[in-house]
């Protein structure tokens, strides 16, 4: 819900400051009407309603994919399309993928957020509603800022935002925020807010393959990236999650993965790799064989360095890493 008319609603009519937190409180724990916070005077409750739309976000679509994966289309009060999907894993995880952006400024050429148009940067507001939507069906307890946007170059509504997640069940704990590199937010990752997550979708071991695939290389190259990365690691003594996108024929030799290898050896255990399966976007790349997936994280492991390979979720509705992008709003 728009905190900012919430709080201004109760402002004109005169009613103490607790009020917002107590909305707030019924909002988070996944109320779906005012009706329901029945610790508010009932006249406030009938005035909210006409005056405070439970979402700032409208809802226009959602898909369920095979797997339980959901994905919601929601839509700004000004037009701006976002996705956002809740992940359900059989251990009882229910991990929401949140967009800090409608679109993408970057260009990454294998992810599918960049060809659509750019919007604009989300409030606090419409990142919780993203959350809300779906915790008003059912309890959550991890959140990953990878749905579209580059979260850090919006850091402050993210940061806000996560101050408020804990209140719907999800700890800063299981809160990452995945950035391209964006080094100022890396640094300000490190000292300021709650503790959250860091993953850094790295996708190439050295400047100029990754400057091809990803053009905020040229501006933020890797050797600084990684210096700022190992900063966050001294700062919050948690490790980094690297993500690494396989493609075949492009990134997943053997020699690459020990060349990754050494770019993120030291020090020990600061940083993870998750080796991410392409899901197919209409960039035109191919993802790699399982194979060569596997031969990738053993000579990761052979180096001393820890991998996972992610498991696909969403891919058949286009809810999957890379493929969030609003079709009409493409055109
Ligand atoms: N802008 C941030 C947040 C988005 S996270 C970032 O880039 O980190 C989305 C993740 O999915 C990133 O790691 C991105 O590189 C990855 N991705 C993009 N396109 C993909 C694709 N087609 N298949 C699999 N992963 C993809």
């Known amino acids: 819900m728009d905190q900012e008319l919430l709080d201004r609603t109760l402002a004109e009519r005169g009613e103490p400051s607790f009020r917002a937190l107590q909305v707030w409180k019924w909002a988070a724990r996944g109320a779906r009407t005012y009706e329901e916070m029945t610790n508010l005077p009932a006249a406030l409750r009938a005035a909210l309603a006409r005056e405070v739309p439970l979402s700032s976000l409208s809802f226009e679509d959602e898909s369920l994919a095979s797997d339980g994966t959901q994905k919601a289309l929601l839509r700004t009060h000004d ?10 894993y059989r251990d009882g995880r229910r991990s929401l993928c949140l967009s800090s952006q409608s679109g993408c400024p970057l260009s990454c050429t294998f992810c599918a957020t960049g060809r659509m148009k750019f919007g604009r940067n989300l409030t606090a507001s419409e990142i919780l509603d ?31 935002a996560c101050e408020r997640l804990p209140d719907l069940g999800i700890a800063t704990s299981n809160t990452a925020v995945s950035t391209v590199g964006w080094i100022p937010g890396i640094e300000r990752l490190a000292r300021e807010g709650r503790p959250v997550r860091l993953a850094l979708s790295l996708h190439a071991p050295e400047d100029a393959l990754r400057s091809e695939l990803m053009p905020v290389n040229e501006r933020y190259p890797l050797d600084e990236v990684l210096a700022a990365c190992r900063d966050w690691h001294a700062a919050r003594r948690r490790e980094v999650f690297v993500e690494y996108l396989m493609l075949e024929g492009v990134n997943d030799r053997v020699e690459q993965a020990l060349a990754l290898a050494e770019l993120v050896r030291e020090p ?28 990738f994280r053993s000579t990761l492991e052979s180096r001393g360095v820890r991998a996972t390979v992610r498991l696909t979720r969403g891919r058949d509705i286009d809810a999957a890493c890379g493929q969030l992008a609003v079709r009409a709003a493409a055109a």
């Not at 037009?79 to 359900?88: Q, S, T």
């Open 268 to 295: 020990r255990n600061a940083f993870k790799v998750n080796l991410i399966p392409y899901n197919p976007t209409e960039a035109g790349f191919e993802g790699s064989s399982r194979g060569a997936i596997d031969a």
């Open 79 to 88: 037009g701006r399309p976002l996705e956002a999907v809740l992940m359900r």
């Open 130 to 160: 993203q959350a809300l939507h779906f915790r008003r069906s059912e309890a959550v307890n991890h959140a990953v800022f990878m749905g579209m946007g580059e979260p850090l170059l919006n850091l402050d509504a993210v940061l806000e």
